[in-house]
């Protein structure tokens, strides 16, 4: 068998078509549009548009003057572009036509590309632009020929050149072909016929350069028939349109030629390539098939073909024609030894299978004159009236539209959610679904750590009650030794000890000791009505552990018993309703935009430009382009509401099958134990936080008060020190009349300026009080001052703060809860020095209430410790 890389086709390299450029006259657009822009808006706006005009006129005389070979091919391409969208301005703000009030002096000729001798003359721009596009065409056909296409990237270049060629046909085929062929005098060039032609041809020389370079890189014979099969397919489409009229008499010979011999070596060198393929899967008698179509078409080709192709052409087809031939005998001796199997005929095998790799290159944007700034200051008042009733016009139309379209919508959501669809569907297959708002409401829990994270936070508040407790208990033991040193010295030395007592200096630290722990104790409770409340509600929350949630809820299950078994018809039925219902508002979605992309390309001001008769007549005729959308929306939504009729019997149906009220009276059972415990987890979480916020601050209180009891206790020790060396002295009887006229130190209580006593001036002027300069008197401590708040002076508050004003302990909301309801007494003044309501939302009886005078007992900091030193009698019971 012949290699597959030893292509025949590729030997067709360079035998490809190229279109030359139609030519004109001259042509004067200057003077004629200056003189429209002078009658109708004025000789200044003339003036202003000079720029403009005299640009227009450039490029009129660059396009008429041909290409030279100074010029570059992509330098062309670019200034037919720019004069293409240049036209478009003028199209749309200068009526060029035989009408007397149009400009009327303006006639462009063309002459036709393929036979020089016709040409064409008409009035109006479409045949302008129809040969701007033509020779735009042609130029990217001449660069595609232009490139090197011995390697693999100039047949990609070479290919992509000829896709913008096919583009630049099927655009001026699909917008200006059919308007530039109307009148008298028309060229052939650019009807319709004829650049659909052109536009297969610059296809197929695009897939033979993919084809080519298929081969190059070893593609396997099955993907090389593919693509060799569609260059064919391209070229008998251009061959077919080349035997009809208009095109049967207007090209050569060798046109004709050149495409069938194409379409044919293509057609075989297909057969050819597939054949390899059924010889690796040893399909022997199809192989034999496929080389016979193939030689046979070759054949026919050339006895066919009129006189005229390249014979370079002609060569390629011999050599395939042989290389086929030398296959074929082989194939068929080793079908007649070996294999022994029929050889279809030629109609009976299935057609070769093809695959394009190309296609028009679009031209919208590269053409488009949105943009485009030539003229963009001038707009005939008349049009722009006209065009702004006529926009209101379709704007109108939209509008209803559009609002049965959302009314539509809109009803089958509010039908489908009363039917409870598709959410009981989903239901049955276990897949059910929460309410948008509460599914929210849950993850938001689930973030939070959910129920299981509140143990966590409990933990937390254990641990800080904790700290401020042993803070607490630190601070009392402070204020405890130091008074039990202070009674130890006074029963040491007697009256001799003459500083005042601990307990009369210490009194407002203790009163406010004394309330941080009455604070702690009731934080505790309401520690302990969290806990109880969580450990009540656990099987109640703990629904909102499952992940997902829907596992939760219940699932619609089927009937266990059936006298029918047509369950599966019934949900069946049921699924289809709501898939054509689901494919309804698709298609009104599509509607929708259509008709936003109908209006954002409906522009009518050339037309009404151009236009001589009543613009009432173009407004209908316009507006009528709408009409099929219009009924395509009224026949979605007649469609709509019967399908919704049908969906509600077919759904009373499977409701009645699975007992369907009863899943919703349970799933609303679920629904609601899920709010509930949505709230149970909100209210405990948020008494949490209230604890934890209160624990924070109280241990800031306790810290502070520390300190002060620390400066305190310094201060005394200090003193003591002082104090213990003046007894002794007084002892030994140094100082004896320094003594008996000062009598020691006099101490203050807590709060108190301290004054150094003065000696009397009639007394002996011989110091007699001798101290160690060492030791200087050190005033008595004094406590920060506080501001003073009605708690600590007025009234024993049951709960301290410290001074940047303590939170009030958390608290449990009374409502719904299983604490006791708040009792409402008559309380006293509250102050704010370090106390507030330690749980503002427990109003209970227990500490919220005012105390009585004689109803508790003196705090503990007051009365005698019955404990042993650093051992505080009220944590320790």
């Not at 009658?39 to 003057?65: H, P, S, V």
């Not at 994270?453 to 009650?465: F, S, T, V």
């Not at 149970?680 to 916020?693: D, H, S, T």
């Amino acid at each position: 068998m012949a290699s597959p890389s030893s292509s025949t086709a590729a030997a067709t390299t360079n035998i490809m078509l190229a279109i030359y450029e139609k030519k004109t006259n001259s042509l004067d657009l200057y003077r004629p549009l200056r003189n429209y822009i002078v009658i109708n808006y004025g000789e200044r706006e003339a003036q202003n548009l000079e720029d403009d005009l005299q640009t227009l006129k450039e490029l009129r005389t660059d396009m008429e003057r041909g290409p030279t070979p100074a010029d570059s091919l992509p330098a062309r391409r670019d200034l037919l572009q720019k004069y293409y969208r240049a036209l478009c301005a003028v199209e749309s703000r200068f009526p060029i036509s035989p009408d007397k009030d149009h400009i009327s002096t303006v006639t462009f000729t063309w002459f036709d590309a393929f036979k020089n001798k016709q040409r064409a003359a008409q009035q109006n721009i479409h045949l302008e632009k129809a040969a701007v596009l033509f020779n735009l065409g042609a130029v990217h056909s001449q660069m595609g020929l232009s490139f090197d296409r011995s390697g693999v990237d100039g047949r990609k270049q070479a290919s992509h050149a000829f896709i913008a060629a096919a583009g630049a046909f099927a655009f001026l085929r699909d917008n200006v072909a059919m308007k530039a062929s109307m009148g008298s005098s028309t060229s052939v060039d650019v009807s319709v016929e004829c650049v659909g032609m052109l536009e297969r041809l610059m296809l197929a020389q695009a897939q033979e350069c993919v084809f080519e370079n298929t081969i190059a890189k070893g593609n396997t014979p099955g993907v090389c028939a593919k693509i060799s099969r569609q260059v064919g397919l391209y070229y008998e489409e251009g061959l077919a349109a080349l035997n009809v009229a208009p095109l049967n008499q207007h090209f050569d010979k060798n046109w004709l030629a050149h495409v069938q011999l194409k379409a044919a070596l293509f057609y075989a060198e297909a057969c050819y390539r597939y054949s390899l393929e059924l010889h690796e899967k040893e399909e022997i008698a199809e192989e034999i098939a496929r080389l016979k179509s193939g030689v046979a078409a070759l054949t026919e080709a050339k006895k066919s073909c009129p006189r005229g192709a390249a014979q370079q052409l002609l060569d390629a087809m011999t050599k395939l024609e042989s290389t086929l031939n030398r296959n074929l005998e082989r194939a068929v001796k080793e079908n007649e030894r070996v294999y022994l199997m029929r050889v279809p005929t030629a109609s009976s095998l299935p057609p070769l299978p093809a695959f394009s790799l190309v296609k028009p290159m679009p031209m919208n944007e590269v053409l488009d004159a949105s943009k485009e700034k030539m003229f963009v200051r001038l707009v005939p008042d008349s049009s722009a009236k006209s065009l702004s009733r006529y926009t209101e016009m379709v704007d109108d139309i939209i509008r209803m539209q559009a609002e049965k379209l959302q009314q539509a919508s809109e009803l089958a959501r509010v039908r489908l959610k009363e039917m409870d669809l598709p959410d009981s569907i989903l239901a049955l297959e276990g897949n059910s679904t929460l309410p948008t708002d509460l599914k929210e409401d849950v993850e938001a829990v689930q973030v939070c750590g959910g129920p299981a994270g509140l143990e966590g936070e409990l933990q937390q508040l254990k641990d800080l009650r904790r700290v401020d407790q042993e803070l607490l208990v630190q601070t009392e033991e402070l204020l405890q030794k130091e008074a039990t040193e202070d009674a130890q010295f006074r029963s040491q030395f007697g009256t001799r000890w003459t500083r005042p007592q601990s307990s009369t200096l210490t009194k407002n630290l203790l009163d406010r000791l004394n309330r941080f722990a009455a604070n702690l104790k009731q934080a505790a409770e309401s520690d302990g009505r969290i806990e109880r409340s969580v450990r009540d509600h656990s099987a109640l929350m703990s629904i909102l552990d499952h992940r997902p949630i829907e596992s939760a809820l219940p699932s619609l299950s089927r009937p266990i018993m059936s006298l029918d078994a047509n369950e599966d018809a019934v949900v069946g039925a049921l699924k289809q309703s709501l898939r054509q219902l689901e494919t309804l508002g698709a298609q009104r979605a599509g509607l929708e935009d259509m008709l936003k992309e109908m209006k954002r390309k409906d522009d009518i001001l050339p037309k009404l430009m151009t236009s001589t008769g009543s613009h009432e007549d173009l407004y209908r005729k316009e507006i009528a382009k709408y009409d099929h959308i219009c009924q395509e929306i009224a026949q979605n939504v007649e469609g709509q509401e019967q399908l919704l009729m049908h969906i509600q019997v077919q759904n009373d149906n499977f409701a009645a099958v699975f007992n369907l009220e009863d899943f919703k009276a349970s799933r609303e059972k679920s629904y609601k134990q899920i709010e509930a415990a949505i709230a149970k987890y909100r209210e405990i979480k948020e008494n949490i936080n209230e604890g934890l916020k209160f624990y924070v601050t109280l241990q800031d209180a306790i810290t502070n008060i520390k300190q002060q009891c620390s400066d305190f206790v310094m201060t005394r020790n200090i003193q003591c020190r002082e104090m213990i060396e003046d007894v002794q002295r007084h002892i030994a009887g140094l100082s004896f009349q320094d003594n008996k006229s000062t009598g020691g130190y006099s101490y203050p209580a807590a709060g108190q300026p301290h004054q150094t006593p003065r000696p009397n001036s009639q007394q002996h002027t011989e110091p007699v009080h001798v101290s160690n300069p060492s030791h200087p008197p050190t005033p008595p401590y004094q406590p920060q001052q506080q501001p003073t708040m009605a708690g600590y002076a007025q009234s024993p508050s049951p709960y301290v703060s410290p001074p940047q004003q303590v939170p009030p302990p958390y608290h449990v909301p009374a409502s719904g809860s299983p604490y006791p309801p708040p009792q409402h007494q008559q309380q006293p003044p509250v102050t704010h020095e370090y106390g507030q309501p330690a749980y503002p939302g427990w109003r209970g009886p227990y500490y919220n209430a005012a105390p009585q005078p004689g109803s508790m007992p003196r705090p503990p900091y007051t009365v005698q410790p019955p404990y042993p030193p650093n051992q505080s009698g009220y944590y320790r019971q």
